[in-house]
């Protein structure tokens, strides 16, 4: 059965930085693409960006290009997103996802 945690969330300012993870069992991970997703309440999910499970080749969001970045570290079976100039729009429950399933959710603030 696939289990995915994720952790990382907070209160963080406009502009400043967070890294999520989210620790995987349950499936191969190491060959396994993966994904975060995020959601607003009240708002439908919304994709944030994937990473292959071979070659590691990453795919983002446009409104969070060049400012998100995923990774992976396959002996510890965990995905990180590392954030940077977070906006206030990026307040949302974040999500990893392989082959639609999900998490709980980490949540992320950004308010000054």
């Known amino acids: 059965e696939i289990h995915l945690v994720e952790s990382g969330g907070g209160l963080v300012q406009p502009g400043g930085s967070l890294r999520l993870s989210c620790v995987a069992s349950?499936?191969?991970?190491?060959?396994?693409?993966m994904g975060w997703y995020r959601q607003v309440p009240g708002k439908r999910l919304e994709w944030v960006g994937s990473?292959?499970?071979?070659?590691?080749?990453?795919k983002y969001f446009p409104s969070v290009k060049g400012r998100f970045t995923i990774s992976r570290d396959n002996a510890k079976n965990t995905v990180y997103l590392q954030m940077n100039s977070l906006q206030v729009e990026d307040t949302a429950l974040y999500f990893c996802d392989r082959a639609g399933r999900r998490g709980q959710g980490t949540l992320v603030t950004v308010s000054s």
């Open positions: 990473i292959s499970g071979v070659g590691n080749g990453t």
């Open positions: 349950g499936f191969d991970f190491s060959s396994a693409a």
